[in-house]
């Protein structure tokens, strides 16, 4: 267990239907980031964020998804209208001034 | 952008063998490589990291080395045990604002008996 922690854990949606995740850093760490990690593949960048600020979005992330960092503490990643494309893995990490990013254990998203 | 290639995808070996994993990168910018192992189910669990002003690091059984000049670094396991099997990823980062990581395809570890 690294210390961050994402909710929930398992979610199941249908087609067009909004969802919503939250990842809990590890505490004082002010760099967060949110990946998807599809099977059999790498985890894949989504968007960066120090402290509340989103610095960083990857050309994945389309205009369905928004995500936040209130306050520079927990984050949220939102889909809206979740198409059967979007179902993955995603996982948030943490970390400080450095390089190194530590994993929460992800949320995995099926869409029907 | 960078790009990571990892091989092998699959590799077995037998319990007390060591174990090999290499990767290779396309950004000379790149100047931090981490390896993380990641068990069904679970997030990618960091197992060990390498700087560019470094090009050996070592941690009880696992090693990384790296050849900044050949854009490639690798993972050595000595001594395999059964609860070494899981899928091992390498990832490299320029750096920047984000120091965003860009992973490889992983490899799939099993230790056999």
């Known amino acids: 267990d690294t210390g961050v922690s994402q909710d929930p854990r398992h979610k199941i949606t249908k087609r067009g239907q909004n969802v919503t995740f939250r990842c809990d850093p590890i505490s004082e760490h002010n760099r967060l980031y949110w990946y998807r990690q599809t099977l059999g593949q790498g985890p894949e960048f989504l968007t960066y964020?120090?402290?509340?600020?989103?610095?960083?979005k990857s050309r994945l992330l389309s205009d369905r998804f928004s995500a936040e960092r209130p306050k520079g503490s927990f984050s949220t990643l939102e889909i809206q209208r979740t198409e059967q494309g979007d179902s993955a893995m995603y996982l948030c990490?943490?970390?400080?001034?450095?390089?190194?990013?530590?994993f929460g254990p992800g949320t995995r998203l099926t869409v029907l | 952008g960078e790009n990571v290639e990892q091989h092998p995808s699959t590799l077995s070996v037998q319990e007390g063998d060591s174990a090999v994993i290499k990767c290779t990168y396309s950004?000379?910018?790149?100047?931090?490589f981490p390896w993380y192992k990641q068990e069904l189910g679970k997030g990618p669990q960091l197992i060990i990291d390498?700087?560019?002003?470094?090009g050996e690091k070592k941690d009880q059984r696992i090693a990384v080395t790296l050849n900044k000049t050949a854009k490639h670094f690798s993972l050595h396991i000595t001594e395999t045990q059964p609860e070494d099997s899981a899928v091992y990823f390498c990832?490299?980062?320029?750096?920047?604002?984000?120091?965003?990581?860009?992973f490889g395809t992983g490899t799939r570890l099993q230790v056999t008996l």
């Open positions: 990490a943490s970390g400080r001034s450095t390089d190194t990013q530590y």
């Open positions: 990832a490299a980062s320029s750096g920047g604002t984000a120091s965003k990581l860009t």
């Open positions: 964020f120090q402290n509340e600020a989103q610095l960083e």
């Open positions: 390498i700087r560019s002003n470094v």
């Open positions: 950004d000379s910018a790149s100047n931090y």
